[in-house]
T-cell receptor, first 114, second 112 residues
Framework: GAVVSQHPSWVICKSGTSVKIECRSL??????MFWYRQFPKQSLMLMAT?????????EQGVEKDKFLINHASLTLSTLTVTSAHPEDSSFYIC??????????FGPGTRLTVT | GNSVTQMEGPVTLSEEAFLTINCTYT??????LFWYVQYPGEGLQLLLK?????DKGSNKGFEATYRKETTSFHLEKGSVQVSDSAVYFC???????????FGQGTRLTINP
């Protein structure tokens, strides 16, 4: 149980375009989901906390107009990278909070902007 | 602010060797401490946790003890296997908080 999926697992896009990444909790409902960014050989950095039905809370330094987060249902949150640039290339990971406040992580999405 | 520092990797060991991955933390309150493991191509999985001082978390032969006096949560295993090859992350969560703060991760490779 407690499986989280992400789609796509890998995406390449041209500079200036937008990309949407989906995060789904497959077998449980999650009021809260989290979006992280991971650079090569570095830690996971929390970007934002997403609560179902309300606006996301962004960490300091994260541009909310560039990284749009929508948590429209208890099983789906989306991250849209708008007007992507090469510096946005990274590994994006989501997690969903289940029972006992434990976070369950998706496998990640690798974004490459050319 | 809160932070977590892990020993730098990569770490390479032979099968059946003893493993220690060091983790120290800085926190203002009384955080919960976690070890997560990320196998190739998979998401992070919770390996073990401890919620208060002197608690010992254990799972799959791995252990870690919450040491408040040294602000440490070192991960140990007595005899590693090839299947333990993965990236290991130490993390903390402050009391009452939702968010996790991660260390930089340690890549472990076990050779047969």
């Amino acid at each position: 149980g407690a499986v989280v999926s992400q789609h796509p697992s890998w995406v390449i896009c041209k500079s200036g375009t937008s990309v949407k990444i989906e995060c789904r909790s497959l077998d449980f409902q999650a009021t809260t989901m989290f979006w992280y960014r991971q650079f090569p050989k570095q830690s996971l950095m929390l970007m934002a906390t997403s609560n179902e039905g309300s606006k996301a809370t962004y960490e300091q330094g994260v541009e909310k107009d560039k990284f749009l987060i929508n948590h429209a249902s208890l099983t789906l949150s989306t991250l849209t990278v708008t007007s992507a640039h090469p510096e946005d290339s990274s590994f994006y990971i989501c997690s969903a909070e289940g029972d006992k406040r434990e976070q369950y992580f998706g496998p990640g999405t690798r974004l490459t902007v050319t | 602010g809160n932070s977590v520092t892990q020993m730098e990797g990569p770490v390479t060991l032979s099968e059946e060797a003893f493993l220690t991955i060091n983790c120290t933390y800085t926190a203002t309150g009384y955080p919960s401490l976690f070890w997560y493991v990320q196998y190739p191509g998979e998401g992070l999985q919770l390996l073990l946790k401890a919620t208060k001082a002197d608690d010992k978390g254990s799972n799959k032969g791995f252990e870690a003890t919450y040491r408040k006096e040294t602000t440490s949560f070192h991960l140990e295993k007595g005899s590693v296997q090839v299947s333990d090859s993965a990236v290991y992350f130490c993390a903390l969560r402050d009391q009452g908080a939702q968010k996790l703060v991660f260390g930089q991760g340690t890549r472990l490779t076990i050779n047969p």
